[in-house]
């Protein structure tokens, strides 16, 4: 009797919680328009947050290559404890010789 009684309690809790899933459908189904406003504000703040996020990636990683770029501009030199500009480092001879 006592395993019986356990199996009921179960299906009652199963028969409740679709209940309220049924209900909560009809709800959504009725107002249908509030639901769509919903899931367009929801779409827009999406692709608004989408464009903050690709503008910040944008921007950070041009900061950081002109960062990279400013310090990649010296060479070491044979005294370690001197830098020489790259551009004076890798001239190069475009005299033409006959």
């Keep these: 009797m006592n395993g019986l009684y356990h199996q009921h309690r179960a299906l009652s809790y199963s028969c409740v919680s679709l209940g309220w899933l049924n209900g909560v459908t009809q709800y ?3 107002n249908l328009s509030i639901y769509r406003e919903f899931s367009r504000l929801a779409l827009v703040f999406g692709y608004i947050t989408s464009l ?6 944008s921007a950070f990683g041009e900061y950081f290559r ?3 770029n400013h310090v990649d501009k010296y060479v070491i030199t044979k005294h370690y404890y001197q830098l020489m500009p790259l551009s004076l480092a890798t001239v190069q001879d475009f005299s033409f010789r006959l």
């Design 28 to 30: 959504w189904s009725r």
């Design 52 to 57: 903050v996020m690709r503008v910040a990636i």
């Design 66 to 68: 002109r960062i990279r």
